[in-house]
C-alpha cells in the first residue's frame, strides 16, 4: 500500500507556456501532500507543502504565482508552473502523508520537466 | 536552524564490503530522523527512521542506523553490501512546522561492483 503516482512522468512545453503536474495518492487518504525540485547531482529542495481545501504554504524564495499548488481532494494535488522558462527545467517529486503521521511520507516517480 | 550533512558524496565498494554512510544533523527540536533510498530510476522510499527509543534502528534491506546523540549523527550502516544496493541515499531531519515537511541532506550515491 501507500502508492503515490505522478503524471505526466516527463513533459517537453515551449517558453511562456504553463504545464500542470498531477500527483495523487492511489490507496491512501493524503491529508498533506509535498513537492520538491530536485536538480542534477544535488538533494531534494522542498517548495511547498498543501492540506486538503487550504492554500499551500511556499518556502521561502518559492515564487507562489510561478508555481500554482492546488489541493483540491485528499487524492490529489496538482503543480502548474505558469509561465515556464528554461530555468524551470527540473526533476519535480510529490510525496505524500497521511493523517497522524505526519513524517513518514511517501514518494511518487518525479516528473521530468524540460522547457524549451 | 534545521540542516542536515552527508559528506560522503559518492561511495564505490565491492560486494560483501560493510557500508557506513556518515550523516550529521542540526535540529533543535524533538530528534527525529530518516534515511530514504532511491534506486536507479525509482522513487524515494523510507528506509528507517528514528523517533524515540533505541538509538540503534533497524530498517528494510538490512540496513540499520545508530543515534549517536553525543555526536548529533545518525549514521547508516549494512554489514555486507550487493550489487542490488547500488542506489542513492538520503538522510533526512524534519523542517520545523506540524506538518510534516522534511529536509534532505546532498544524498550519497553509493556504487557497489558485482
Known amino acids: 500500500g501507500a502508492v503515490v503516482s505522478q503524471h505526466p512522468s516527463w513533459v517537453i512545453c515551449k517558453s511562456g507556456t504553463s504545464v500542470k503536474i498531477e500527483c495523487r495518492s492511489l490507496d491512501f487518504q493524503a491529508t498533506t501532500m509535498f513537492w520538491y525540485r530536485q536538480f542534477p547531482k544535488q538533494s531534494l529542495m522542498l517548495m511547498a507543502t498543501s492540506n486538503e481545501g487550504s492554500k499551500a504554504t511556499y518556502e521561502q524564495g518559492v515564487e507562489k504565482d510561478k508555481f500554482l499548488i492546488n489541493h483540491a481532494s485528499l487524492t490529489l494535488s496538482t503543480l502548474t508552473v505558469t509561465s515556464a522558462h528554461p530555468e524551470d527545467s527540473s526533476f519535480y517529486i510529490c510525496?505524500?502523508?497521511?493523517?497522524?503521521?505526519?513524517?513518514?511520507?511517501?514518494f511518487g516517480p518525479g516528473t521530468r520537466l524540460t522547457v524549451t | 536552524a534545521q540542516s542536515v550533512s552527508q559528506h560522503n558524496h559518492h561511495v564505490i565498494l565491492s560486494e560483501a564490503a560493510s557500508l557506513e554512510l556518515g550523516c550529521n544533523y542540526s535540529y533543535g527540536g524533538t530528534v527525529n530522523l530518516f534515511w530514504y533510498v532511491q534506486y536507479p530510476g525509482q522513487h524515494l522510499q523510507l528506509l528507517l527512521k528514528?523517533?524515540?527509543?533505541?538509538?540503534l534502528v533497524k530498517g528494510i534491506k538490512g540496513f540499520e542506523a545508530e543515534f549517536i546523540k553525543s555526536k548529533f549523527s545518525f549514521n547508516l550502516r549494512k554489514p555486507s553490501v550487493q550489487w542490488s544496493d547500488t542506489a542513492e541515499y538520503f538522510c533526512a531531519v524534519p523542517g520545523g512546522g506540524s506538518q510534516g515537511n522534511l529536509i534532505f541532506g546532498k544524498g550519497t550515491k553509493l556504487s557497489v561492483k558485482p
Open positions: 528514528y523517533f524515540s527509543g533505541d538509538p
Open positions: 510525496s505524500a502523508s497521511r493523517q497522524g503521521d505526519p513524517y513518514e511520507q511517501y
